[in-house]
């Protein structure tokens, strides 16, 4: 997996810096001890989606209303529901700097993060080339608490995938997940050949997209 250095630094407070050596010497470090730690597993199951009246979609095994997620999920026919995680050795990781060197400990959050995104852009880009071989086309993934869509919906999806069971995420009554870099999403499937940046709307150059999350 090729973690973005630039993307650990922009979560670092660099912006577009490229930072300076000691800063890139331990980046370089957590990293190493990250790709060390980790355990990264995903899983994803597809249902029959449904837009209703008034915003609310039937995800067929929950629903939820959100209107900027139906607006991003227009002209889909299923969903993909999906979780990923580093697993908890990355959180012994991250408890430990945090008692011993605190400048560590927030590299290492930022280059963790950046690890966990890249991890489910790789497992969301392996889904998309099985789906448009297929000709089907997935939207960019759409997590719990972005926009309008309810946090609370974490608590569906990891019911519904049998996270504990299966890749070890779990959810505390105050909805934070553990191990703390996971991550839930849903994405949708459509047959219209739309092709979505993996990296999301921020990242992609349609402006005019009617599908685009706001
Ligand atoms: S703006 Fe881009 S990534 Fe977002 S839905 Fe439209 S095509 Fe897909």
Redesign the pocket.
């Known amino acids: 997996m090729e973690i973005s250095r630039g993307e650990i630094r922009r979560y670092l407070g660099y912006g577009k810096n490229e930072g300076d050596e000691a800063v890139n010497n331990l980046i370089e470090e957590c990293i190493g001890e990250l790709v060390a730690a980790a355990s990264p597993k995903s899983i994803s199951r597809v249902y029959p989606l449904k837009l209703l009246s008034d915003d609310w979609i039937n995800f067929t095994v929950f629903k939820t209303r959100s209107r900027n997620l139906s607006r991003?999920l227009q002209d889909c026919e299923q969903v993909i529901l999906f979780a990923a995680t580093l697993g908890a050795g990355v959180d012994v990781l991250l408890h430990k700097y945090t008692k011993l060197q605190m400048s560590k400990a927030v590299t290492m959050q930022a280059a963790a993060t950046a690890m966990i995104e890249e991890y489910c852009d790789e497992e969301n880009r392996k889904l998309k080339e099985e789906y448009e071989d297929r000709e089907l086309y997935l939207?960019?993934r759409f997590s719990p608490g972005y926009g309008d869509f309810p946090l609370e919906c974490q608590k569906d999806i990891t019911t519904v995938l049998e996270t504990p069971k299966r890749i070890g995420i779990m959810l505390t009554d105050s909805l934070l997940m553990t191990p703390s870099k996971s991550v839930t999403a849903v994405m949708g499937i459509s047959g219209k050949p739309?092709?979505?940046?993996i990296k999301?709307?921020e990242s992609?150059?349609?402006a005019d997209?009617?599908?685009?999350?706001d």
């Open positions: 991003n939207r960019p739309y092709r979505c940046e999301g709307c992609c150059g349609k997209c009617a599908y685009r999350r």
